[in-house]
């Protein structure tokens, strides 16, 4: 229960607190309202009777909106509290306007409106500077959240650079340029008239069974049959049926073959072709062109050497080998024992190559008594992985960040 209330004038005393007792006691309230929701009753009801008495009333209602007003601290706050007091129609002002002031006798009237009026310049006064306390305060607050310091360091994000695979050719591409040549690209999906055929292999010929692989199924009424190439040497096929000599041209890519993946295959690598047709174009042209090659790409001490071989669309046909890189040509590894790169022999073989066939011109209607060239056809990983001293050919095709990030 309240203490008991009465009105000392318009201030309002607890029993006991007030001096002179007897010449007040005639205002005990017979009511004592409570504040909360005193609005929404009429004057009558709150047993209000006469004007002295609402001074009461409207100090209490006033201490309310002053003790709200202070707990109000953001902008979602302000707007409950602004229209509680100020709401058209459920406001504490339109209850009082409503439920004091229009039914009020005429005795009450002057001193209610007189009431009303000073407790509506005070919330109007109080509401506005508080919404300019808020309004400062919320801008603030959204101005320290959007804040850039500029000397905060940046978000770095790593740059990615080219595959060693990519820069390798681009070495290559470049000593191979500054010699003549140029570069050109065939499709990686290719006929077996162009993958074997026009290379002189026929399809009853037994070099197919080391590359015959990776078909594509098709349906019936297709092109016919195509298979991914093994090999970069279509693109021979394709340049001279395009082009009269002289022929000078480089062929990087990608190619496909059945082989089990090990140190040194891949079921994909890249090679990169060669070929140099002309009228009078000699095997002494073919083997200073390849050394001239090797001493740009390994540097000068590299040793070279060719060994016969066989290819069906040259002849003759030699394989390329390099001195080891890992041993100094020695054939001895670590600690005495043999060499694990070129198990023992000094040499690691670079690739195959040849005077062209004159059996591969008659499939481009070039005359084979009049030009000659060579061709040949390296591997691109074993290059990069000799030069670079990478010994397994599977790091190439991991995509491990930590590999890739040693050749920026
Ligand atoms: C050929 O592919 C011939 N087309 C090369 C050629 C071209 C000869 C022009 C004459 C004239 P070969 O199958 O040897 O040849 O492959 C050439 C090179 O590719 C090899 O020396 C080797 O460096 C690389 N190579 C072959 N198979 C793989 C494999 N599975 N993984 C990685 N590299 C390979």
């Known amino acids: 229960m309240p203490p008991r209330l009465l009105l000392a004038g318009p ?21 004592m309202p409570t504040t909360d929701g005193s609005h929404d009753k009429t004057l009558a009801a709150l047993g209000v009777t006469r004007p002295e008495q609402l001074a009461f009333l409207f100090a209490e209602i ?18 409950q509290f602004r229209d509680a007091w100020l709401g058209r129609k459920s406001g504490v002002l339109a209850g009082i306007t409503d439920n004091w002031l229009k039914p009020a006798t005429p ?47 940046g978000v770095v994000r790593p740059i990615g650079s080219r595959h060693l695979i990519r820069q390798v050719f681009q070495e290559i591409e470049d000593i191979f340029v500054s010699i003549g040549f140029s570069v050109v690209e065939g499709p990686e999906i290719e006929t077996p008239y162009y993958n074997f055929e026009a290379l002189n292999i026929p399809e009853f010929h037994p070099v197919r069974d080391d590359m015959d ?17 093994t090999h970069t040497s279509p693109v021979q096929i394709r340049t001279m049926e395009k082009q009269k000599p002289p022929v000078r ?19 994909m690598f890249h090679q990169i072709e060669g070929l140099a047709v002309d009228t009078d174009i000699t095997f002494c042209d073919f083997t200073g062109t390849i050394e001239y090659f090797v001493k740009q790409y390994f540097g000068p001490s590299v040793k070279t050497r060719f060994r016969p071989s066989y290819f069906p669309f040259t002849e003759p046909s030699v394989e390329f080998d390099v001195s080891c890189i890992f041993c100094g040509g020695s054939g001895a590894g670590p600690g005495g024992a043999t060499c694990g790169k070129c198990k023992g022999s000094g040499w690691i073989e670079l690739f195959g190559a040849g005077m062209v066939d004159p059996a591969v011109y008659g499939f481009v209607n070039y005359d084979a008594k009049k030009v000659s060239g060579f061709a040949f056809g ?20 991991q995509n491990d960040v930590r590999f890739l990030k040693q050749f920026p």
């Open 378 to 397: 390296m591997g691109m990983d074993r290059l990069a992985m000799l030069k670079y001293g990478i010994d397994d050919i599977q790091v190439f095709f």
């Open 11 to 31: 201030i309002c005393c607890r029993p006991g607190e007030a001096r002179n007792l007897s010449s007040f006691d005639v205002f005990y309230l017979s009511i």
């Open 249 to 267: 041209v480089i062929v990087p890519g990608k190619v496909y073959r059945r082989d089990n993946p090990d140190a040194t295959h891949s079921f």
């Open 213 to 229: 692989t990776f078909y594509l199924e098709l349906p019936k009424s297709g092109p016919g049959p195509l298979l991914l190439r």
């Open 62 to 79: 006033r201490a309310r909106f002053d003790s709200e007003s202070g707990a109000v601290r953001d902008e979602t706050a302000f707007k």
């Open 107 to 153: 005795e009450l009237k002057r001193a209610v409106g007189a009431g009303l009026n000073e407790l509506r310049a005070h919330v109007d006064a109080q509401i506005e500077s508080r919404r300019v306390v808020i309004e400062s305060g919320a801008e603030e607050t959204a101005l320290a959240k959007e804040r850039v310091d500029l000397s905060l360091p």
